[in-house]
């Protein structure tokens, strides 16, 4: 089992791979690579959310 939020920066970067291949370009990917940055520095600053 993947832990929280793994399944979203998956399809990040897969979703930022197929905009690269389509522009020809590596910018998405840096794009989507700063936005799960930002992510994972929130969530390590907040910390993990409760179970329900």
């Known amino acids: 089992m993947l832990p929280p939020g793994s399944k979203t920066f998956i399809a990040a970067v897969e979703g930022a791979v197929?905009?690269?291949r389509a522009e020809q370009s590596t910018a998405?990917?840096?794009?989507?690579?700063?936005?799960i940055h930002d992510l994972l520095v929130h969530a390590l600053r907040?910390?993990?959310?409760?179970?329900?």
């Open 18 to 20: 197929i905009m690269c």
């Open 46 to 52: 907040t910390g993990p959310e409760p179970l329900p």
């Open 28 to 35: 998405p990917l840096e794009v989507a690579a700063a936005e």
